[in-house]
C-alpha cells in the first residue's frame, strides 16, 4: 500500500486545512533524505568534539602528568577548567549561530576547537595545560547548537529520536579513541619520548581537517538547502508552521523567564542531566586510567577502552529506537541508569581489581551501556516538551548549566591516591545514577499526571502554529512527553 503524502508521527496532518498540500511528496522517504543528509554531517563534528575534550584521558597514561611535571590534582584542576569555559563560551557561541548559518558557524566553531586541541601536544608546563583546556571549552556552543538546528528541520516528537542518534557519536568518540590512542602511542621517540603529544597533534589536525571540508558538506536551512527541490522546501515549511512554535513572532519577556525558573519540571530536567553528566564524564575521562590500574599496560589500557563504548554505541542507539516506538522517556532512562549502577556496583564489589581484573572490566560495560542511551535520552526531553521560545531557551540552558555542576564535581573524584579501587569516584557515580532514576520517575509520573488532568480540560492541540498568542506549554491543550 502507498504510504500516505502526508504523515504525522504525533497524529493528524502536518499541514493545516487552509494551505495547499504538495501532494507528490512522500514525507517518510523525505524524512530518510533528511537523516542521510544531516545527520551523518553534525554526527561527525560531535565524535571529533568528543573525541578532543575525552583523549586527554588517554595521554594521561602515555606520560603526559611526568613531561609537564604536574601532580594528579593539578591534572585534575586542568579537566574543571575544561568545563569553566564551556559554561562561559556556551551562550556566546549560540548567538554568533543566530548571527550567521550553520554551515558558517558550525565548520568554524569546529576549526577554533581543532587548533586548541592541537595546541595541546606542545604545552611545556602546568600553565599551558591549564589555559588550554580553558579555551577547548569553545567546543560547549555544537551540542546546543545543533539542537537548535534540528528545530528547523525535524517536527517536535522527531527531534528526539535525532537527537539520541546524534549523541551516539560520543561513544563512537570514546571507541575511536582508544583506537587511535593505541596506534598513536607508538610514536614514542618520535621528536618526543612519549606519545602523548601526538595523541593531541594528530587528533587536532584531523579535527581541523574535517572542519574545513564541513563547509561542504553542513547544511543550512530548507528554505536555501540545494539538495531539497522547491516542493520539499514547501512541504518543510509547511509541516513545521503547523507543528511547532518556532515560527511565532514571540519578543522576549522577563514573564517568561520566570515561569520557566518557576516551574518544577524545568528543575527537574536539569537535575536529569546533573545526575547523568557525573557518571558520563567521569567514565569518559577516567576510563583509561581505571583500566591501566587493573595491571594493565598503557598499550593495552588504550585498547580496552574500546569495546566498552562499542557496546555503549549499541545500546545507546537500540535504546533510542526502543523510546521512540514505544513512545516512553522516564522508563528508558530510568532503566538505562539502573543498568549503569549496576556496572558501578560491580566495580565496588570486586575488592581485588588487580588479581580479578576481568570481573571489574566487565563492569565497565554495564557502566557504558547504560550511561550513554540515558544521558541522549534525558538531554532530548526539555527540547520536546517545553512550549515558547524563551521559555524554552531558558529550560535548556538551565538543564546544561545544572547539569555541568555534576561535570565539574566528577573531575575531581578519581584522584591518583585512589587507585586501584578508586571507591570514592566509585561510589559517587553510583549515588547519582540511583538519583537519577528517582528523579526521572518523578518527573515522569508529574507529567503523566498533568496529562490526564489535561484531557479532562481540553483534547490535545496538533497544530501549535497555527494558534495567535500561544501561551506555551501551560496551555492546557499541549500535551508533554513522558
Known amino acids: 500500500m502507498a504510504e500516505k503524502a502526508v504523515y504525522d508521527a504525533g497524529g493528524g496532518s502536518g499541514i493545516s486545512d487552509s494551505e495547499t498540500p504538495v501532494s507528490d511528496i512522500n514525507e517518510r522517504s523525505l524524512l530518510r533524505k533528511l ?16 573525541l578532543d575534550r575525552s583523549n586527554v584521558g588517554n595521554a594521561r597514561i602515555e606520560g603526559l602528568l611526568g613531561d609537564l611535571n604536574i601532580t594528579g590534582n593539578q591534572y585534575l584542576t586542568g579537566l574543571t577548567l575544561y568545563f569553566v569555559g564551556y559554561v562561559l563560551f556556551e551562550i556566546p557561541c549560540n548567538i554568533v549561530l543566530k548571527r550567521t548559518t550553520p554551515r558558517i558557524w558550525l565548520p568554524t ?27 577547548l571549552g569553545t567546543e560547549s556552543g555544537l551540542f546546543p547548537g545543533v539542537v537548535f538546528y534540528f528545530s528547523m528541520w525535524y517536527k517536535r516528537r522527531e527531534r528526539q529520536y535525532r537527537i539520541s542518534l546524534f549523541f551516539s557519536a560520543a561513544s563512537l568518540a570514546g571507541a575511536f579513541g582508544g583506537i587511535l590512542a593505541y596506534g598513536i602511542g607508538r610514536m614514542r621517540g618520535v621528536v618526543w619520548d612519549n606519545g602523548w603529544r601526538w595523541i593531541f597533534i594528530l587528533e587536532g589536525i584531523l579535527t581541523v581537517l574535517v572542519a574545513f571540508a564541513a563547509y561542504g558538506f553542513i547544511h543550512n536551512y530548507p528554505d536555501t538547502s540545494k539538495f531539497l527541490s522547491e516542493d520539499e522546501r514547501k512541504f518543510i515549511h509547511q509541516r513545521l508552521a503547523a507543528d511547532s512554535d518556532a515560527t511565532h513572532d514571540e519578543r522576549f519577556t522577563w514573564a517568561a523567564v520566570l515561569e520557566a525558573l518557576r516551574d518544577p ?104 551501556g547504560g550511561i550513554y542511551p540515558a544521558t541522549a535520552l534525558v ?53 547519582y545514577l540511583l538519583a537519577n532514576a528517582v528523579v526521572v520517575t518523578i518527573l515522569g509520573i508529574r507529567l503523566k499526571k498533568e496529562n490526564e488532568r489535561r484531557q479532562a480540560v481540553a483534547e490535545e492541540i496538533k497544530h501549535v502554529g497555527e494558534v495567535a498568542n500561544w501561551q506555551g506549554d501551560s496551555d492546557p491543550r499541549w500535551r508533554f512527553e513522558y
Open 379 to 431: 538531554l532530548s526531553w526539555p527540547a520536546i516538551n517545553v512550549s515558547g521560545q524563551t521559555k524554552r531557551a531558558i529550560a535548556n540552558a538551565m538543564q546544561i548549566s545544572i547539569g555541568n555542576l555534576g561535570a565539574v564535581l566528577g573531575t575531581q573524584l578519581y584522584r591518583a591516591t585512589d587507585g586501584p579501587r578508586f571507591v570514592v569516584g566509585h561510589s559517587v557515580a553510583l549515588g
Open 265 to 368: 519540571n524545568c528543575w527537574l530536567y536539569g537535575l536529569g542531566f546533573h545526575t547523568m553528566s557525573l557518571p558520563l564524564y567521569t567514565l569518559s575521562l577516567f576510563l583509561p586510567t581505571i583500566i591501566s590500574n587493573l595491571g594493565y599496560s598503557a598499550a593495552t589500557a588504550q585498547l580496552l577502552t574500546v569495546p566498552p563504548y562499542a557496546f555503549a554505541f549499541i545500546t545507546t542507539v537500540t535504546v533510542a529506537v526502543l523510546s521512540e516506538r514505544f513512545g516512553q522517556r522516564a522508563i528508558f532512562i530510568g532503566g538505562s541508569a539502573i543498568f549503569a549502577a549496576i556496572g558501578y556496583s560491580i566495580l565496588l564489589g570486586n575488592t581485588d581489581p588487580v588479581g580479578r581484573p576481568g570481573v571489574s572490566y566487565a563492569g565497565v560495560f554495564f557502566s557504558a
Open 109 to 135: 566553531l569546529t576549526i577554533l576547537w581543532g587548533v586548541v586541541a592541537t595546541l595541546m601536544g606542545i604545552v611545556q608546563n602546568l600553565t599551558g595545560f591549564l589555559v588550554s583546556r580553558f579555551f
Open 35 to 50: 537523516d542521510l543528509r544531516l545527520l551523518p554531517a553534525v554526527g561527525v563534528l560531535y565524535l571529533l568534539s568528543f
